[in-house]
């Protein structure tokens, strides 16, 4: 088989399947009858997209923009803190075990408190998407710095290279392939963490309407919400993997 057809099929095996599972629940809802409130088809669902398409493209660009937000927020800090965890064995020592902590707490549990803080709107979104998101970005670059093999690191030393040399010119580049593979872990956490946020301290984004259409027991347009989001993280993973192989196409093997 050659490259060309293995590269159409890779890139028509998730539509393939994704349109195979579509088909599945829709049968499967029609034979056994299931209740709409319970598990709406995807016809259903695809309904309640255009019939409420102006309200789920308001408030899905609300959670977009919030997540991005947050999300941007984690990207810079957590490039910078996991560098400088995996530059300075003090700075691992004193910062690492609080961030665990941190990680450690609930993040639904902090909305209520960013809410009291700061109110009720975009600030608690962007706050727990930015808290949800970091930790992963933070270890894995600074376990991707760790990882730098210490005979390069006594050659630049040998060559007269500062440790800002280092960590620009071997360090950053060495954990460029662990930083997006944090990314692509950490965007779908910012979205989790948004519509968290948009659940309990916002009249704003899908989560605020997934939560009022709930109460009226208008469970298409609940799952409606949930493909908004899905589609809005599919689109943001898949800009990270365009970038991904920009930036670090010499991580892939054979190209792939």
Same mark, same amino acid.
């Given at each position: 088989?050659?490259?060309?057809?293995k590269?159409?099929?890779?890139r028509?095996?998730?539509?393939?399947?994704?349109?195979?599972?579509?088909?599945?629940?829709?049968?499967?809802?029609?034979?056994?009858?299931?209740?709409?409130?319970?598990?709406?088809?995807?016809?259903?669902?695809?309904?309640?997209?255009?019939?409420?398409?102006?309200?789920?493209?308001?408030?899905?660009?609300?959670?977009?923009v919030?997540?991005?937000?947050?999300?941007?927020?984690?990207?810079?800090?957590?490039?910078?803190?996991?560098?400088?965890?995996?530059?300075?064995?003090?700075?691992?020592? =004193? !910062?690492?075990?609080?961030?665990? #902590?941190?990680?450690?707490?609930?993040? *639904?549990? +902090? $909305?209520?408190?960013?809410?009291?803080?700061?109110?009720?709107?975009?600030?608690?979104?962007?706050?727990?998407?930015?808290?949800?998101?970091v930790?992963?970005?933070?270890?894995?670059?600074?376990?991707?710095?760790?990882?730098?093999?210490?005979?390069?690191?006594?050659?630049?030393?040998?060559?007269?290279?500062?440790?800002?040399?280092i960590?620009?010119?071997?360090?950053?580049?060495?954990?460029?392939?662990?930083?997006?593979?944090?990314?692509?872990?950490?965007?779908?956490?910012?979205?989790?963490?948004?519509?968290?946020?948009?659940?309990?301290?916002?009249?704003? =984004? !899908?989560?605020?309407?997934?939560? #009022?259409?709930?109460?009226?027991?208008? *469970?298409? +347009? $609940?799952?409606?919400?949930?493909?908004?989001?899905?589609?809005?993280?599919?689109?943001m993973?898949?800009?990270c993997?365009?970038?991904?192989?920009?930036?670090?196409?010499?991580?892939?093997?054979?190209?792939?």
């Amino acid at each position: 088989m050659s490259a060309r057809h293995k590269r159409i099929q890779q890139r028509l095996a998730p539509w393939v399947v994704t349109i195979f599972l579509i088909v599945l629940w829709e049968s499967a809802c029609r034979l056994f009858k299931i209740p709409e409130f319970v598990l709406p088809s995807p016809s259903s669902i695809a309904t309640a997209l255009f019939q409420f398409r102006n309200a789920i493209y308001e408030n899905a660009l609300w959670t977009l923009v919030t997540t991005v937000i947050g999300f941007g927020f984690a990207v810079v800090i957590g490039m910078v803190v996991g560098l400088a965890i995996g530059a300075s064995a003090l700075v691992y020592k =004193g !910062i690492y075990p609080i961030l665990v #902590a941190f990680n450690s707490v609930p993040k *639904v549990a +902090l $909305v209520p408190v960013f809410a009291i803080w700061f109110g009720i709107g975009a600030v608690p979104a962007v706050l727990t998407a930015f808290a949800i998101s970091v930790f992963p970005i933070i270890v894995n670059v600074a376990t991707g710095f760790a990882t730098v093999d210490p005979e390069m690191h006594d050659l630049m030393k040998s060559l007269g290279a500062t440790q800002t040399e280092i960590l620009s010119k071997v360090g950053v580049p060495r954990s460029m392939p662990y930083f997006f593979a944090s990314l692509k872990v950490s965007l779908t956490l910012a979205f989790t963490g948004s519509v968290i946020a948009e659940t309990v301290g916002s009249n704003h =984004g !899908i989560g605020y309407l997934m939560l #009022a259409a709930s109460a009226r027991f208008q *469970v298409p +347009l $609940v799952f409606a919400g949930i493909t908004a989001i899905a589609a809005m993280a599919v689109v943001m993973y898949s800009a990270c993997a365009m970038l991904e192989r920009r930036v670090a196409h010499w991580a892939f093997r054979n190209g792939t």
